[in-house]
């Protein structure tokens, strides 16, 4: 019987090159640990004669104790072996597995295969799990960038028209000054044309006051010779004229001083008042001017529109884009903007944008109009479903945009329309999407039932991040009722958060 405790036996007579050469690694690899056969083949739980034969050469090891003698060698050294080394070895193994048995050869082989497309398999699954969460990473930050830049618009546009009542009080105090303005000039222009003719007038009483001074003067040098009775008569009737165009031309000597002193107001009047008409009539010419632009904009026809978004949108000309898809918001009507959000659907691109603006700035009588023309009259089908989309996104946006009054009557002229789907389309949206502050607001604008009905919503739908918000909020504008019954209910229906809740709450207070 075989010692195996003893040192290794020399390897095996007839032993093949192939063979040689791995149990040579292999035993260089043993010598490593520094242990007996046997006990090795002890810690290993296989037959010590088995792994003698492997380390001599006369029998090809299996692959998993050439791997299992890589592990006891790294944990031994306290470092793996070297990937050089070990290919060589795996090598050698294939080669001496192959001379001296072809099938165990074959099954090796298969299982090497296999082994290396498991590990692409296992690589591809990484990639695609890395490449997953980077596109849903960019997809989220898109969506957000989106909801910014239309809630960035949508607080441009309050803005504008809060602006544009400012113009329009300046405008109509201008239009003010300006009739007033022109009714002075008017009196301005009388005056002068009067103030002429008094000219006028007075230069010929004037002269006529010489003439009958001369003809008084004469007269009386005849009364003096002792001209006739009659020629007594004229001197007394030449005296009357001469007194009579003497007052005459003191009464158009006033006349022209006051025309004077009406004159000289006037000019007083307008250097003063020039300054502010020439600031309304800048902030007029303005507001026209964009205005035109707008309605210039949007009066072009459909497609021409359609082709100048895609544009825009493919270019990242966001200004362009913007401004295109507020001027068709505001000057646009329904049918045209259902006519545009289709065309772009057709052509393979969104109509978010649009959407947003329209749903941020129509008017309601305008967009209870549109939402029926987007539905595509009843048809099913791809284009009843991109009716659909079109509608949801008109309220999905319209609930997050609007004014609290604004949402209210919207959902209550759609509810007496017979529209509930939509009414609960814009409640979930609100109690899900809309900003804690604008959310506090729409529940005190409801009715008490549609605020408790609103709150249950909430409890089901919100995201618990923005809970804290809304909390803070409603207790800022006093909703104390309503507060009660949101932490009532959220403590019944999401107890596992409930805590946490009221935890971020009060951080938040601090």
């Not at 239009?175 to 022109?182: F, G, I, Q, R, V």
């Not at 004077?260 to 009539?281: C, I, M, Q, V, Y």
């Not at 959310?439 to 923005?466: F, N, Q």
Request: aromatic content about 4%.
């Amino acid at each position: 019987m075989v010692d195996h405790s003893s040192p290794l036996r020399p390897l095996g007579e007839g032993v093949p090159e192939d063979a040689a050469r791995l149990a040579a690694a292999l035993r260089e690899l043993f010598s490593s640990l520094g242990l007996s056969v046997r006990r090795y083949a002890s810690r290993t739980h296989r037959n010590a004669g088995a792994v003698s034969r492997y380390l001599n050469g006369t029998r090809v090891p299996p692959w998993d104790f050439v791997t299992e003698l890589f592990i006891e060698v790294a944990k031994q050294k306290k470092t793996p072996l070297r990937q050089e080394a070990m290919e060589l070895i795996k090598e050698s193994h294939r080669n001496a597995l192959k001379v001296s048995n072809k099938r165990l050869h074959e099954v090796q082989t298969l299982q090497d295969q296999l082994e290396e497309a498991d590990a692409r398999v296992q690589q591809a699954a990484i990639r695609e799990q890395v490449l997953m969460e980077g596109l849903q990473l960019r997809e989220q930050r898109i969506a957000e960038l989106e909801t910014r830049h239309v809630e960035l618009s949508a607080r441009r546009d309050k803005e504008i028209r809060e602006r544009e009542g400012a113009v329009a009080e300046l405008a109509l105090a201008r239009e003010t000054d300006s009739d007033e303005l022109a009714r002075l000039k008017s009196e301005v222009d009388q005056l002068r044309v009067e103030l002429q003719r008094a000219k006028e007038s007075s230069a010929a009483a004037e002269e006529r006051c010489r003439t009958l001074e001369e003809r008084l003067a004469a007269a009386e040098e005849q009364a003096q010779a002792g001209r006739e009775a009659m020629e007594s008569d004229k001197l007394e009737e030449a005296q009357r004229s001469a007194e009579e165009a003497r007052a005459l031309a003191e009464e158009l000597r006033h006349e022209i001083a006051d025309l004077k002193a009406a004159n000289l107001a006037s000019s007083r009047f307008r250097s003063t008042s020039g300054a502010a008409g020439d600031a309304g009539e800048y902030l007029l010419d303005l507001e026209e001017r964009e205005r035109q632009k707008a309605q210039q904009l949007a009066g072009r026809p459909a497609e021409v529109n359609i082709r100048e978004l895609i544009r825009s949108s493919v270019k990242g000309e966001t200004t362009q884009e913007y401004t295109l898809a507020v001027a068709l918001a505001k000057w646009s009507t329904p049918e045209t903007v259902r006519e545009i959000c289709q065309g772009l659907q057709e052509k393979g691109h969104p109509a978010n944008t649009l959407l947003a603006h329209t749903a941020a700035s129509m008017s309601l009588p305008q967009l209870r109009v549109l939402l029926p023309l987007l539905l595509e009259d009843g048809k099913d089908g791809e284009d009843g479903r991109r009716g659909r989309d079109l509608v949801s996104g008109a309220l999905y946006h319209f609930a997050y945009f609007r004014d609290a009054p604004e949402v209210v009557t919207f959902m209550r002229q759609l509810s007496e329309a017979g529209w509930a789907p939509w009414v609960n389309q814009i409640n979930a949206n609100c109690a899900k999407e809309r900003k804690g502050d604008k959310l506090a607001e729409l529940l005190r604008e409801l009715d008490p039932d549609e605020s408790y009905a609103m709150i249950e919503t909430i409890v089901h739908v919100r995201r618990t991040k923005d809970i804290p918000a809304l909390l803070l909020r409603m207790e800022a504008l006093g909703l104390d009722a309503y507060l009660q019954r949101l932490l009532s209910r959220l403590r019944d229906l999401r107890p596992g958060e409930y805590d946490g809740l009221l935890a971020t709450t009060e951080l938040a207070k601090d």
